[in-house]
């Protein structure tokens, strides 16, 4: 795990929680050292429920990679991820999920 892209999803998740855009989540997504793709909480901002911080990342990182696969990738989240996200990562297939906080 390398602590800089916690530290980030970390960042990400406390700004948008203070900023009020919604709840407090942040994940990174990065390839071969490099961010590729980054998402927060939007679930109330966007009154979307499937905004979630590591879809929002997938998201983003499909599309700047150009490919609905995360093979070689490594995905930093600021917690556990719901069943949701759970199975998206699933279906992205990254070589690594790593989190900081439980649900608990």
Known sequence: MNERFMRLALELAFENALLGRGGP???????EG?????????????????????????RNACSNLGSFQLT????YTSCEPCPMCLGALYWARPKTVYFH????
Do not use: L, W, Y
């Open 25 to 31: 989540f942040g994940a990174v997504i990065v390839q």
């Open 34 to 58: 490099k961010v590729v793709g980054t998402g927060v909480n939007r679930v109330t901002a966007s009154k979307d429920p499937t905004a979630h911080a590591e879809m929002q990342a997938i």
């Open 72 to 75: 070689d990738c490594e995905v």
């Open 101 to 104: 906080h439980t649900r608990e």
